[in-house]
């Protein structure tokens, strides 16, 4: 859980005094990765088109990506739930990505956050356009080598495919046995198939 | 496309002169899916609940299946959709598969009524109770012996799940390079998957 706000302009801002600003910037920040996309989208640009100086953006967020996921506003930061599967042997890679993906949803605090962003993203224009912009660079920002060429960003969204598949039918349509099944052994069988997407 | 009607009760019914009484079946069927499942719902029960004899339920919609499938409202059978995938080479299910389920979202007319259909079961309990209630059965009264015991509804499901997922990320997410990969290519990636999941 931690440090993200879901709601940045009614919340409280990290920086007491500058919930506007924080929120002007989120808003120029969400503006630009969607129409943009991640890699065309610069701290600078989104500090012209916040009215702040680059460094007061840097200062209130950090680096591009931790930009990029506070704008998307989910209840945790998915670089670490996916960070935290990567250590360890590669052979094991899917079922550890699996069963980290799975614990998260299955945590009730994130899992009703997690559902209003999917409900959101299958309705909003923007918010569609925001994961569209960031969602395959950050994946592969943690991920790295260890999704070989020449097209690692369908692998990535292949394996993504198969989790958002599984949210839906597990959290949402409750269809059984997908939803009572217990969370090792539903990674262990999407784990290969995982595996088979980003490494196959 | 065929004989299906998206809005039964709006539209003409099949039987000239009975639209409200075919739209009086329909919605004790979406009750009794949604409520009970499929095998507990019984043509008798549907009639009962709608003021008529079973065998007009029979006569408008044919077999339980049959009523189920129009419940659910999707412009198209999914039965024939899954169908024209299981004639072939038992090895070449999983491609069949994928391949019969991305020409039918490839194709706009259907894209646009299951694009609704998809946000409404995202919202509505009901929509979500009644996939819930019926989905499984119904893939594996096509599939049948395909999948092999001794879970071939957590088979089922699965192998759902990667369709549903990619279908999120290719036609509400729109998310490249998945968006614009042609769809024999991306059945070529989807179909050992798929073919894991039924029958691996």
Redesign the interface.
């Known amino acids: 859980m931690g440090q993200s706000d879901a709601e940045p302009i009614r919340g409280p801002g990290r920086r007491p005094g500058a919930p506007d600003t924080r929120g002007a910037i989120l808003a120029a920040a969400r503006t630009a990765f969607a129409e943009r996309g991640f890699e065309r989208t610069t701290m600078r640009g989104v500090a012209t088109a916040a009215g702040v100086t680059p460094g007061l953006v840097h200062h209130f967020f950090g680096g591009k990506d931790d930009l990029f996921v506070e704008a998307l506003g989910v209840p945790f930061d998915p670089r670490q739930v996916l960070g935290s599967a990567v250590d360890g042997p590669i052979d094991g890679l899917g079922d550890r990505i699996a069963l980290a993906v799975l614990r998260t949803w299955d945590d009730e605090q994130r899992r009703q956050p997690l559902l209003a962003f999917?409900?959101t993203?299958?309705?909003s224009d923007q918010v569609?356009a925001l994961?569209?912009g960031g969602?395959?660079a950050l994946a592969l920002g943690v991920l790295g080598d260890l999704v070989p060429g020449p097209?690692p960003?369908?692998r990535v969204?292949?394996a993504?495919?198969?989790?958002?598949?599984?949210a839906?039918?597990r959290y949402?349509?409750?269809?059984?046995?997908?939803a009572s099944?217990p969370a090792d052994e539903l990674a262990g069988?999407?784990g290969?198939?995982l595996q088979?997407?980003l490494r196959g």
Not at 160 to 166: D, P, S
Not at 172 to 178: D, G, H
């Open positions: 999917l409900r993203a299958m309705t569609a994961l569209r969602m395959p097209d960003e369908q969204e292949l993504f495919a198969q989790m958002l598949g599984v839906v039918l949402v349509v409750r269809l059984e046995p997908l099944l069988r999407l290969p198939v088979h997407h």
